[in-house]
């Protein structure tokens, strides 16, 4: 997962209408309740790029995220050869010395999964 640095963070998801939600991303914590509609939300400051962090949401039931980044992230789009995959490209045994690719994140929309590459 991946923040986008230097904006507020949300953090939003459902529970019990009532139940107390706490969020906490290092070092900073927020606490919500979720309202009669079951929906909750907060805002965490924003961080500039650095990580990996550690997201947990604790209500009725935990949810830790490891491995967060925040910095840049960005949204790309089109045709169908968006799909070739980069260790394919002429160039990829030069370019991939030069990326530190525990810090790249890839979501493939396709199949909403999640991925390193």
Known sequence: ???QRD???AVWDWAAP???ITIQLTGYAQSVVAGADTKW???LPAMH???PLLLQVKGNKTIELKDVLTGEVWVASGQSNM????SGAATAAATSKLVN???VRKMNEAT???VRE
Do not use: W
Not at 83 to 86: G, H, K, P
């Open 101 to 103: 690719e525990k810090e």
């Open 83 to 86: 799909t070739y995959a980069f």
């Open 41 to 43: 939300e907060v805002a």
């Open 112 to 114: 909403q999964e999640a």
């Open 49 to 51: 790029a650095g990580g």
């Open 18 to 20: 009532g139940e107390k």
């Open 7 to 9: 904006m507020p963070i």
């Open 1 to 3: 997962m991946a923040f």
